[in-house]
């Protein structure tokens, strides 16, 4: 771990991060004819806690269920596991079959803990790759406990709220359910035949979530314009929601209201919540008037707040969810952010920011009023 980024007030550049990228010493030279310096600085109610810069490429990131580790998955296939408190690196995953494929980590996904679990199920990361890949790592032994090889790029995961069951999609239109204990698979949805209904995904999918409160219910989003609403227990979707056109990790469920958050990567209406009930659009998030941005990924943060990042403007943004207003933002990144996470605790829960090579770890502090 090597941090690259030191304690600055917010709003003013990032200048040691920006030292990382090939624009760090670029100045542009404002209306008036002042020199300005590039590079990623904070502003709102954003803080910086550190900064991790990783060897490669940053694809992919994801918090544990306690929120003590951060998994990070690189362009090469490797994962560094992160303790999320130190920011010290604690494991690197990597076998023969990554180090030989060299090709990207594109989700990862913890077990959850459940109570009676054996002591073998603890510790359990599940990582989909470029190559196909689905591993079943034992991550504080480094050991991957098993290997399953879809023969398609698989791009989503997605663990039901028990743990019993993963479910993977990827570049063709079929939904894989796996058996956790066995590492089996037990099942395809795909879309039907029927010409006359759209029961089931056209093209990539990149996103997939299990309905916290409905174990058996799960939705998934991808280029073809629509998010499918899918019951593990049947072979087709079951309903479907048109719009939203997903290209990343940006699809998420909120328990408490039972609304679903859509992030699209195009020029308008890229930030949705939807009705999970009834099927329908509650609202458009609006753009920030100054950082508008193509969404790679976006969740819920907490119950109040939305947290969403991408390309155009490369940034990363919070949202307050009552006003819509943005409270935070991470600006001028050396490239697009393409994976966000949050470790959950509220209610100021830890965010980690991926671009580049670097993980932004920052936290949503609210300002006393003046």
């Not at 504080?140 to 028990?162: F, I, M, Y």
Request: hydrophobic content about 35%; some cysteine; aromatic content about 8%.
């Amino acid at each position: 771990m090597t941090s690259v980024l030191t304690m600055l007030p917010t709003t003013r550049p990032l200048s040691a991060a920006s030292q990382q990228t090939n624009s760090s010493d670029v100045s542009r030279i404002n209306e008036y004819g002042t020199p300005k310096k590039t590079g990623p600085y904070l502003e709102g109610n954003l803080k910086l806690l550190e900064t991790l810069e990783c060897p490669v490429d940053i694809m992919c990131c994801h918090f544990n269920p306690s929120g003590t580790h951060l998994a990070v998955g690189l362009c090469d296939g490797t994962i560094k596991i992160y303790d999320s408190n130190s920011y010290h690196l604690l494991y690197s995953l990597s076998d023969e079959d990554t180090a030989s494929n060299r090709l990207p980590v594109t989700q990862i996904r913890f077990r959850p803990a459940v109570l009676g679990d054996k002591p073998e199920y603890a510790h359990i990361l599940i990582a989909s790759y470029a190559s196909g890949n689905i591993k079943y790592w034992h991550y504080t032994s480094g050991k991957c406990l098993s290997t399953v090889n879809e023969k398609r790029q698989t791009l989503a995961l997605a663990l039901n709220p028990d743990g019993s069951h993963l479910v993977s999609a990827g570049a063709d239109p079929g939904m894989h359910i796996y058996d956790m204990e066995t590492k089996q698979r037990i099942k395809t949805l795909e879309p039907s035949d029927s010409r006359d209904k759209m029961d089931g995904h056209r093209f990539r999918v990149f996103a997939l979530k299990y309905n916290p409160n409905h174990p058996n219910i799960f939705i998934s989003g991808g280029w073809d314009d629509t998010v499918q609403y899918w019951d593990d227990r049947q072979t087709h979707a079951i309903r479907r929601l048109n719009g939203p056109h997903i290209c990343g990790d940006a699809l998420d469920i909120d328990p408490v209201h039972n609304h679903i958050l859509t992030g699209s990567w195009r020029k308008h209406r890229v930030l949705q919540i939807w009705d999970f009930a009834m099927g329908v659009k509650i609202k458009d998030v609006p753009q920030d008037s100054l950082n508008a941005s193509q969404l790679y990924c976006a969740q819920w943060l907490g119950k109040d707040s939305i947290i969403c990042g991408g390309t155009d403007h490369n940034m990363a943004r919070v949202i307050d969810r009552g006003t819509l207003n943005t409270t935070g933002q991470l600006v001028d990144l050396p490239q697009g952010v393409y994976c966000i996470d949050n470790d959950r605790h509220v209610p100021n829960p830890k965010i980690a920011i991926g671009t580049n090579r670097l993980i932004f770890l920052v936290k949503s502090e609210k300002k006393a009023p003046s």
